[in-house]
């Protein structure tokens, strides 16, 4: 076998490997036998064991000054997670801020050497299988193994969780596969076979049935979001040249319009979803965790990851917010960060999304293309997606590794020409 296709088969298996350990929590098998107790020390291993292989890889194809180039390049990022590290300092749970730490170096390490190598169209195909592994596993699993696959316990009773432990994560991830199988789609002919796209149709189907069986509101809101946007794009891509510049003026106007109306009327709004303006209590309980616990550290927080590992907080939160269930997270990816990092933490966060969607727009408009915007989309994704939703190393890394596979795969390429 020719030695490049022995380093795509590699990087295939790395690639499974990263779906499988960033998703692990979240699993419905590992939720049911650990407990939702945290990571085994064998997630760990094989993390440290590809970033060590990738690094030697690098070393061996002579890449490092393109790698640390790029890294300069991306200095946000490494600010971010020093910031994770040196809360090892004032954490109130070191096990879990140690653990926390290694997840985010490792898994940001192996993100940044993909972002590398990956194309636009690369992420497109990674995604689509990505989502379309786990839309067919959910389905047989729904279909053959239901009490594996469905909501059994009120409210939730007969709603799809699939190869989840909630159907929330079920909605999010169809949602993400959803725009992918669109872009496959609509793009030209050339840049998608005819088997790529007969496949894409009938994902694009099976994850719209299974966003609907999960009934997950931010997943069904994701994909009424992202289905304007695309079809706003394309509207573009084919006509934008006949459309004056004074028009872009008119057309921003009522996007806002488009944006603000629902904004005044989430009542109504949500209740299109058969939910309720506070997003089922989630909005009481972020009022209450700002005011009884942020206030406390405002600045730094109480460490990365360590906040919710507090003894006794889960119960505590559960006591005021009136939930049947102990609170495990905040259900906002930017509310677990500012309680982790305080202030500090969310603003790098914030700095690294706009970081990433300044070279997605431009990676974007060179392109001209569905291709080229599907960075863009996938970070419109990201931004929406941890509003209802701790999608920041509460419970899995798998945005974090797509946030910053995209920023890599942004950077102005005469810093990486030479990337391994």
């Known amino acids: 076998m020719p030695q490049q296709s022995i380093i795509k088969s590699i990087d295939g298996l790395f690639l499974a490997l990263m779906v499988y ?8 098998w590992f939720y ?22 990738i690094l030697w890889r690098i070393r061996l194809k ?6 640390w180039l790029a890294w300069r390049d991306n200095w946000i990022v490494v600010t971010f997670v020093c910031l994770a590290l040196l809360s090892l300092i004032w954490t109130v749970s070191l096990l879990a801020t140690i653990y926390r730490v290694l997840l985010v170096f490792f898994v940001t390490l192996i993100a940044a050497y993909f972002g590398m190598r990956f194309s636009s169209r690369s992420l497109v195909i990674f995604i689509a299988l990505t989502a379309g592994a786990f839309a067919l596993a959910s389905l047989f699993l729904g279909v053959f193994y239901p009490e594996l696959a469905i909501h059994p316990e009120w409210p939730y009773t007969g709603l799809w969780h699939g190869v989840f432990w909630h159907k929330i994560y079920l909605g999010a991830t169809m949602a993400l596969g959803y725009i992918a199988y669109l872009v496959i789609l609509f793009s030209p002919r050339q840049q998608y076979s005819r088997v790529q796209k ?44 006949l459309v004056p510049r004074r028009a872009y003026w008119l057309l921003l106007g009522l996007i806002m319009f488009v944006i603000l109306l629902p904004v005044t009327n989430l009542e109504f709004v949500f209740g299109l979803f058969n939910r309720t303006a506070n997003m089922t209590g989630r909005v009481p309980m972020w009022l209450h965790l700002l005011k009884a616990y942020f206030v406390e550290r405002p600045f730094f927080g109480y460490g990365f990851g360590a906040f919710w590992q507090q003894n006794g907080i889960m119960q505590a939160v559960q006591a005021v917010v009136g939930w049947k269930y102990p609170v495990r997270v905040s259900d906002n990816g930017y509310l677990d960060i500012l309680l982790g990092l305080g202030v500090s933490g969310l603003l790098l966060l914030l700095a690294i999304l706009a970081t990433g969607f300044w070279r997605a727009i431009q990676v974007a408009l060179q392109g001209r293309d569905l291709t080229s915007f599907f960075p863009l989309f996938v970070l419109i994704h990201i931004l929406f997606i941890n509003i209802s939703l701790s999608y920041f190393f509460e419970n899995e890394t798998f945005i974090w590794f797509l946030l910053v596979l995209i920023l890599f795969m942004t950077t102005p390429r005469n810093s990486i020409s030479n990337a391994p």
């Open 21 to 28: 350990l960033t998703h692990l929590t979240i699993f419905t």
């Open 198 to 241: 007969t496949l894409s149709a009938a994902m694009l189907v099976i994850c719209g049935v299974l966003a609907i069986l999960s009934d997950s509101a931010s997943g069904l809101v994701i994909f009424v979001l992202q289905t304007g946007l695309f079809f706003a794009v394309l509207f573009w891509l084919f006509w934008g040249h």
């Open 32 to 53: 049911m036998y650990n407990e939702y107790s945290g990571s085994p020390e064998l997630q760990l291993k094989i993390l440290v064991a590809i970033g060590l292989i």
């Open 62 to 67: 002579n890449g490092e000054k393109a790698f």
